[in-house]
């Protein structure tokens, strides 16, 4: 994929100010990812209130958030090696790249010394594709069903993060979302008394979020329809 420029700042709020319309009437959050892109790009979007952003990479994220107000909600969403966890905590404001038993374990014992519980989601690998990140559909309900959270005290699992394959055919996108929903579901089912809090579902980026929407999804991770595309 080539990465198109980054747009003036007048576009870049046109289409999100064009996403919001189209995401009227619903209760989805939008997390805007800025990977790439300057904090002087990402203030227009803080001027007009928004506050939920993402970042996919530990340093670039270090680098910039200091240049931007501290109500900003940062969101973590790509692979976290668990040597740049001690960055993270206790600045970020949820994880939604939690992918293995090793992870939880730093991240649940950071926390613990820094007297916090971590908003986490749990990332479930739902595309064909070989390259995505993701606990294995498997051995997500074979974590469930021995109750590992109770593990990680300082935890609070909200629910699943999953990312479609990247293809044309809608089909399959629907079936990978559906799939992460059906996951969502039986957690609730299985184990909704322990895990409260569990109904997160974030999933849906530019090219697929109306099906993510469709299919249910209470986040999306939005980059490329504001920064680098016009609508
Ligand atoms: C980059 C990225 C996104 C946003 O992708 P776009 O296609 O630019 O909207 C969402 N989730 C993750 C994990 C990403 O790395």
Redesign the pocket.
């Known amino acids: 994929m080539a990465v198109a420029t980054i747009n003036p700042p007048q576009q870049i709020l046109k289409n999100y100010e064009w996403l919001r319309k189209q995401l009227e009437g619903t209760n989805v959050r939008l997390v805007i990812?800025t990977?790439g892109v300057p904090p002087s790009y990402i203030q227009p979007l803080i001027d007009v209130g928004h506050r939920d952003f993402?970042e996919?990479r530990v340093q670039e994220w270090r680098n910039k958030y200091p240049a931007l107000p501290d109500w900003i909600r940062w969101h973590h969403?790509?692979y976290l090696q668990t040597n740049k966890v001690r960055y993270l905590l206790p600045r970020i404001y949820w994880i939604h790249?939690v992918d293995r038993p090793s992870l939880m374990e730093i991240l649940n014992r950071r926390a613990q010394r820094l007297n916090i519980r971590v908003p986490c989601l749990i990332e479930i690998k739902i595309a064909q594709e070989e390259t995505k990140h993701g606990m294995h559909p498997d051995d997500f309900l074979h974590w469930i069903e021995h109750q590992e959270w109770r593990h990680y005290p300082n935890l609070q699992f909200l629910g699943l993060m999953g990312?479609a394959t990247y293809t044309e055919n809608r089909h399959q996108i629907r079936q990978e979302f559906r799939l992460l929903r059906q996951l969502r579901d039986e957690v609730q089912h299985r184990a909704g008394k322990h895990l409260p809090n569990f109904h997160e579902l974030s999933m849906g980026?530019?090219?697929d979020w109306e099906l993510a929407i469709e299919e249910g999804a209470t986040t999306l991770?939005?980059?490329?329809?504001i920064f680098r595309e016009t609508h």
């Open positions: 990812v990977k993402g996919n969403i790509g790249s990312i980026m530019s090219h991770r939005i980059g490329s329809l």
